[in-house]
């Protein structure tokens, strides 16, 4: 291939080379050889006419050029350059040709319009003008480093990256200004703008690149959404098991530490992470955190990603916790110290900041749950799941389930059916758990805030210890007699039982086994009698009902009658001044006629 490669090369050389005089120089460049002649090469390059001059008694034939940027292919334009043949600079080769005329001293001190001022008038007027074309250009110096650098071709391509992205995001913004309906003026989010659309083309750099890019973009002041939306597309392309940032399931066929580049690539996403918050998904923090725990990354970079994530847990979901474990075969199923830190991160957390963004929390103190409250019953939810999908692993010790229960304050929790049914797994599937490691685990219960179905359950469960049972059967004893209460406070039976019922309390003097079997059957009791209260409702009820519409009849026939006498009064209102010598006559007539029977 090789060979092949060079007589390619040198038959393109016979056609540009003049061969009216015989060449006189042989050019060795990392495996291409050149046959060439001095005076055009030593008119131009410095780096050459040093080297014929210091073997000029030996007349040196032949040079060999080490390590010259861009090879053999770039020292064939530099060549055509000295003999004055056309060639177009583009994107693809400036780099090359700026670092092989440094190489070659090609620069205004050997000759005017030398090769170096050249390459560098097209990287400064035409390069520096495209976004596409400084990233392309960003490519071609990966393998010219640090030469690239020390000639400021990277650090160019960068500002010129910076500047374009940050010009862009302003020019959309302007674009979606526009007026309101009360004249003012505002930003339209809902108009589709396309400002990021060089997010796709820096996913081509390398990591160290990128990571100089993205830097110098936050420095200009490109949006924080902008760049994780950036750092995400990079992580899907960059990282080759990226299947593992958001499915856990699908990292068995995967070795642990198998690629020292993709720790980079995540130790390097994870330090450029901007530090507002919900600049990036959740779930990609969680999948960066997956992927450093199973590449080994460091303590620092594992350390930013469970604070970040601690900072946002409320809108975390369970998928998200599931941590596979990647250490020895007798270790958890899933990550369960990792999650304790993230747990440990959220409780420790200032809310005092998000608390004075909200104005509506700083004045309104008589609300029912501040921001803060709600996202800690959210995550108190969130780990009552966590736990009962872990319980099941049997190798899970007792200490990490009940670190975890605990991790969050006791007013996290205003119910705990979650927390019972995720104690409930882990004694099913640890049988020989003994009676006080079970006592131990059941304090984690408060048995007053249980649901009425988990009480019932609890009070027949017999893998809890039978003072835990006792326990639910008296709190639920309490909450009947409250409800009776609540019902019929002037029943005399309900007096009657609840006297009982008080009456039936724990006992020192009585053994458990005999409270036990007091509670169940007063229990009994007040449910029969809780029914029959209902009952009794529910009779009430329909008899205020029918009473209710007794009442609507009585009044509209009431206010019928009273309408027509109404009417009667005032027909009768306009004849009484008329008739009033009428009645005096016939009310004589009337007394003459009952005198005459009289008589």
């Known amino acids: 291939m090789d060979k092949q490669q060079q007589t390619s090369r040198q038959q393109r050389c016979d056609k540009w080379i003049f061969r009216d005089f015989p060449s006189d120089i ?39 050029l080490l390590n010259l940027p861009g090879g053999a292919e770039t020292f064939e334009l530099a060549a055509k350059f000295c003999y004055g043949i056309n060639f177009e600079i583009t994107p693809a080769n400036v780099a090359q040709l700026c670092c092989a005329s440094d190489y070659l001293e090609m620069t205004e001190e050997f000759s ?52 374009k992205a940050c010009a862009e995001q302003i020019a959309s913004s302007f674009s979606r200004l526009e007026y309101s ?44 959404e902008s760049i994780g939306e950036s750092l995400v597309n990079y992580a899907q392309k960059e990282l080759t098991k990226k299947s593992t940032l958001w499915n856990h399931t699908k ?12 720790r980079v690539v995540v130790d390097t996403i994870v330090s450029l992470l901007p530090v507002e918050k919900h600049a990036v998904p959740i779930s990609f923090l969680f999948g960066l955190l997956r992927s450093g725990v199973m590449l080994d990354c460091s ?45 440990a991160s959220f409780s420790q957390q200032d809310d005092s900041d998000e608390e004075m963004e909200d104005d509506v929390s700083i004045f309104e103190y008589d609300s029912p749950r501040s921001p803060s409250q709600t996202a800690l019953f959210k995550v ?5 799941n966590y736990l009962a999908e872990i319980a099941p692993d049997v190798n899970l010790k007792l200490a990490k389930f009940i670190v975890v229960a605990e991790s969050l304050p006791a007013h996290a929790r205003t119910v705990h059916d979650g927390l019972y049914r995720a104690i409930d797994i882990y004694l099913k599937a640890q049988q020989s758990l003994s009676e006080s490691d079970k006592k131990r685990l059941c304090k984690l219960i408060d048995f007053q805030k ?135 006559r016939t009310d004589s007539r009337v007394i003459e006629r009952s005198s005459v029977r009289v008589g």
């Open 26 to 64: 042989t050019i060795e460049v990392n495996g291409g050889t050149f046959t060439l002649h001095k005076f055009p090469l030593v008119s131009r390059s410095g780096r050459i006419r040093k080297l014929v001059a210091e073997h000029r008694d030996s007349d040196i034939s032949k040079v060999e």
């Open 112 to 163: 005017k319009d030398n090769l170096g001022s050249r390459a560098g008038e097209y990287l400064n007027s035409v390069v520096c003008k495209s976004l596409e074309m400084c990233v392309e250009v960003l490519q071609q110096c990966e393998n010219l480093l640090p030469l690239a650098d020390e000639l400021k071709i990277v650090s160019c391509c960068i500002d010129a990256i910076a500047s």
């Open 181 to 224: 309906s009360s004249g003012r003026l505002h930003m339209n989010r809902h108009t589709k703008c396309d400002e990021d659309w060089w997010i796709e083309d820096l996913s081509v750099l390398r990591i160290d690149l990128y990571q100089r890019v993205i830097t110098a973009m936050k420095c200009r002041g490109v949006r924080p």
């Open 251 to 262: 990292v068995d066929n995967l070795i642990p530490g198998s690629d020292s580049d993709e």
């Open 299 to 343: 303590y620092s970079c594992r350390l930013d990603l469970e604070r970040r994530i601690g900072s946002q847990l409320d809108i975390a979901t369970l998928d998200d916790l599931l941590i596979p474990s990647f250490r020895h075969a007798g270790d958890t199923l899933f990550d369960v110290d990792t999650v304790h830190r993230i747990l």
């Open 380 to 384: 108190a939810k969130l780990v009552d």
């Open 450 to 584: 249980l649901s009425q179905e988990a009480g019932a359950h609890a009070a027949q469960n017999e893998r809890l210890p039978l003072q835990s049972i006792v326990q639910v059967l008296y709190f639920e004893q309490l909450r009947l007699r409250n409800a009776c209460c609540s019902y019929a406070d002037d029943d005399p039976r309900t007096k009657h039982h609840s006297c009982r019922i008080h009456s039936g309390a724990l006992s020192a003097q009585m053994s458990p086994r005999d409270n036990y079997a007091s509670l169940r059957r007063e229990n009994r009791e007040l449910k029969l009698e809780l029914s029959r209260l209902r009952m009794r409702l529910n009779d009430l009820e329909k008899e205020h009902l029918c009473m209710k519409l007794d009442m609507q009849k009585s009044s509209s026939r009431k206010f019928i009658n009273s309408v027509s006498r109404t009417i009667g009064r005032l027909s009768l209102l306009g004849k009484t001044h008329s008739k009033q010598s009428t009645p005096a």
